[in-house]
């Protein structure tokens, strides 16, 4: 009779399991949770909550019940440690059985369109299998919205937005940051300043020797005593020679100046033939990634600096988010971070320690993105610069699915097509559609070129059951975007949608 009983409870299971369609389904007393009832990426992993409730009396008191879950994708199988699991001596026979586990696994490309599966068994005191369900499906593909998060501006009809932030020569948030007119020329003259007294001067020079760009260290300054007459006798002239140093130069004419840079690209001139400042000039006048290349790597040979191995970084970063083999991209990656690096060793600033930011972002580590956008957010007091670190964090926050978070550093963020576009999308995905819709219209009306906007409306559409508004943003970005196009097509946010004439229609 117990044997009896057993094959019936399984098969209720197995059919409970099979019928599933969302994240609660019921059927002679059972259930099956799964939470969320779509399996979503956030960040580098997916994580669930799985839910079984069992009859009664299924077990006899020398068994022992488990579920166990798995990933399938491609040709791969991730298989979870955890399993759902009961014993019969535990159970009341006159009570359901409800059994709990969180799950989380590291998300790899090709999981998008995977399926999670579980099967059933029960085995007796000696661990031996007594008897097993079949395979069943609980969840089909994840959805991976969030990813569409992004850094960095398009220009105009640009393929890939600009990546990074470029030092401008001559600024004020940027002084000390050429080699000609380097913090350590401002600590050599303070070092002989006698205006105050030598024990007066360390904290200026500590502060000067520290991190941070100058927004920071004035800040920092002004704290201390003495700062008026400092200010006013040693810091406003370096300040001013720094900032109008290039009218002070006599330059070449732009047309020698082009010959000139050209003929130390190819390595048919000596690199110290140009003065720092005709570098910055040559820089200007190319426009290509591979010129601002080889200029930029002439340039630290005789004038390294935070200025010149900051620069020379964000061209390696935007190379790589530009090319597509594997290998090409991960070696232009590690010439960034070293490029980055060399700049914070002349000293730490907000610049290079963003784009270090970048780069994790490109390797697809998050974590370690959000912490030095973080960490290049303390040290500049110029709210530009400081609103450009507000939208990373934005970005990174939104695909570790924190969209509370996200929106807090967005709305701090410069209302630019992309940041729009990202407000929107941390909308979406907290469900506040009426907020997001808004976000992607003023994205788009910014940037009429730039697909994402109405990829992020056709979203909110389906979501909603809006077939033709569906359609009808659908359209727009994928004629604004090849990528999108292909995206679509096994985006799960339109599962519902993908073997429906008028979808095909879009895509054809």
């Not at 097993?132 to 992004?150: H, K, M, P």
């Not at 105009?156 to 940051?177: D, N, S």
């Not at 930011?357 to 974590?367: A, H, K, P, S, T």
């Not at 056709?458 to 999108?484: C, D, H, P, Q, V």
Request: hydrophobic letters at 40%; glycine letters at 6%.
């Amino acid at each position: 009779m117990n044997m009896v009983k057993k094959y019936i409870a399984f098969f209720i299971l197995c059919m409970t399991i099979a019928s599933y369609s969302c994240n609660v389904v019921q059927a002679d007393n059972q259930k099956i949770y799964l939470d969320p009832h779509k399996l979503e990426r956030l960040g580098d992993s997916v994580r669930f909550d799985l839910t079984v409730v069992l009859p009664n009396a299924m077990l006899l008191s020398n068994e022992t019940y488990a579920l166990s879950p798995y990933f399938k994708y491609d040709k791969e199988t991730y298989f979870f440690e955890k399993k759902l699991k009961v014993k019969g001596d535990t159970l009341d026979v006159y009570s359901s059985v409800k059994l709990t586990e969180s799950f989380s696994m590291p998300f790899v490309k090709g999981m998008e369109s995977g399926n999670l599966y579980a099967k059933g068994e029960v085995s007796n005191n000696q661990g031996a299998s007594q008897y097993e369900t079949q395979e069943v499906l609980v969840s089909t593909g994840i959805i991976t919205t969030a990813a569409l998060s992004q850094i960095g501006q398009y220009r105009g009809q640009e393929k890939y937005p600009v990546l990074g932030l470029w030092v401008e020569p001559y600024q004020k948030e940027t002084v000390g940051m050429l080699f000609e007119n380097s913090l350590k020329d401002l600590r050599d003259a303070f070092s002989s300043y006698s205006g105050i007294p030598f024990t007066a001067k360390l904290p200026f020079l500590k502060v000067l020797e520290g991190p941070g760009d100058w927004t920071y260290k004035l800040k920092k300054l002004q704290a201390l005593p003495s700062f008026n007459k400092v200010q006013r006798e040693v810091l406003n002239p370096f300040v001013q020679k720094a900032i109008m140093a290039p009218r002070n130069v006599e330059s070449i004419a732009d047309l020698e100046l082009s010959i000139l840079s050209r003929s130390i690209r190819k390595g048919r001139v000596p690199a110290d033939t140009l003065s720092e400042n005709d570098y910055i000039r040559a820089l200007e006048m190319e426009p290509g990634w591979n010129e601002k290349e080889e200029i930029l790597r002439a340039m630290v040979e005789v004038y390294p600096s935070a200025f010149s191995f900051n620069n020379l970084g964000v061209v390696f970063a935007n190379k790589a988010n530009r090319t597509s083999n594997t290998k090409d991209k991960n070696q232009l990656l590690e010439n960034a971070l070293f490029a980055f690096n060399r700049s914070n060793a002349i000293f730490e600033n907000s610049f290079a320690v963003y784009n270090l930011g970048i780069v994790f972002w490109l390797w697809e580590d998050r974590f370690s993105a959000y912490n030095s956008f973080y960490r290049a957010y303390t040290l500049t007091e110029f709210d530009e610069i400081k609103k450009v670190h507000q939208a990373a964090l934005g970005a990174v926050s939104i695909f570790n699915g924190d969209y509370r978070l996200a929106v807090i550093h967005l709305n701090d963020a410069e209302k630019s097509p992309v940041n729009l576009f990202n407000q929107g999308l941390a909308n979406v995905l907290s469900g506040d559609y009426y907020n997001a819709t808004i976000q992607f219209e003023n994205s788009a009306i910014q940037n009429m070129s730039n697909g994402f906007p109405f990829y992020g409306l056709a979203i909110i559409a389906a979501r909603n059951g809006e077939e033709t508004k569906l359609y009808e943003n659908l359209k727009k970005a994928i004629s604004r975007n090849e990528f999108l196009k292909d995206r679509a097509a096994a985006d799960f946010e339109f599962a519902a949608y993908h073997d429906k004439e008028g979808f095909k229609e879009v895509l054809r």
